[in-house]
């Protein structure tokens, strides 16, 4: 309960600063606001000059779209510090967290967050509010999808950080594709993934944790390819958090500032 009410009000007092802020909020917000936009217009124009792109109309770009802004977004404001944990060990601001009356996984997973996001927020509900109202029959399958989207989303994030507790030029590596290249892979795989690096991460995360609940919305995959993901989700999250407590005691043994080092 300790973890929870540490994590809640730590969450409060950063949503707190971002609103008393307003004009800087309201500049970050339109700013990505329009900047998706300009990346929707060219789709748009596109779409409306082939009609399809790989088989994908309108509707499945906004479903997608939607999806991956909406997940980003949440995903960033809530959760998103662990993807800060190298610096936080660099600079051994990481003791600091153990402090608290909770677990450090829950004070790291507040130390992200900005206002910007809030922008892929309100674009990313627009899409799919647009796309549900289109497909009223497919509102409970997108609402599963974006879960497990989310929620695996978490694990990998999780998982791939937590190496920074062992190797921290991994953790660089893993941070520069999953946080830069990953979300866009499932839109332009081609050109993010080569060879080897690309199969393997395109087939055990991308196809499973993005692909198989957006297609299934669209209808591509009957609802058992949510079985698979659900499991690669459990999968990726149980490793996930086997890592983290595993750098944890690393930590704890007084270790971590000599590996950074």
Known sequence: MENIDTYLYLTNLKFRKMMSFKTELIIQIIGMILNNLAFFSIWYLLLLRFGSINGYKLEDFLLLEGSLATVYAIYFLLFGG????????NQDS???????PASPLAVTLTKSGASSQFGDLIQGVLFLGYYGFLYTDKIGMMIIG???????????MLFVNSFAFFYPGLSLVFEDIFNNVYISASMYPSDNYKGVLRNILF???VIPVICFPIEV??????????????FCVIGINILGYL????????????????MIV
Do not use: C, N
């Open 82 to 89: 662990v993807t800060k944990l190298y610096q936080f060990l």
């Open 94 to 100: 990481f003791l600091d967290m153990q402090l608290y």
């Open 146 to 156: 974006l879960i497990l989207i989310l929620v695996g989303f978490f694990g990998i």
């Open 203 to 205: 087939i055990l995360l």
């Open 217 to 230: 919305v669209r209808g591509l995959y009957g609802p058992e390819a949510l079985l698979i993901s659900l």
């Open 243 to 258: 890592l983290w407590h595993a750098g944890i005691r690393k930590a704890e043994s007084g270790s971590s500032r000599s």
